[in-house]
């Protein structure tokens, strides 16, 4: 783990909003990599956001947390993207139209897919009908 290497993936994607692609291609490592780390990072991120606001005992101050809308369909792993994709399920906003068993029907999505897609789309605020 290169914490450097990890921080500037992390900026990459957050504040300048470059593609899993362009910052593998950039950095010399592959897209899978990147989600990977994106995602380790996301998660010490609003770790220590929880933590701040215990420490500070912020209740009434939320804390700036980052914008959902960063979360895509290229948050998700490379076998879910695709399942999605081969469904012409392009966009969060179109899951919400289908039920979770709908979505466990398609190709190569399984529980730990279906549980993958539920936890990003709780992230964008969008729900199974």
Known sequence: MSIGRDKS???FRLFKGMTYRQI????GISQERVRQI????YRVFCWS???QEKL???KN?????????LVTLDDLSIRSRNALMSANIKEFEDLAKFRERDILRLRNIGKQGL???TNLMKLRGISFR
């Open 24 to 27: 593998g291609e950039l950095l």
């Open 38 to 41: 994106v995602k380790r990072c």
């Open 9 to 11: 993936v992390f900026e």
């Open 49 to 51: 956001l929880e933590r």
């Open 115 to 117: 549980t993958e897609i």
């Open 56 to 58: 500070f005992k912020i």
């Open 61 to 69: 101050v939320p804390l700036e947390k980052p914008k959902e809308n």
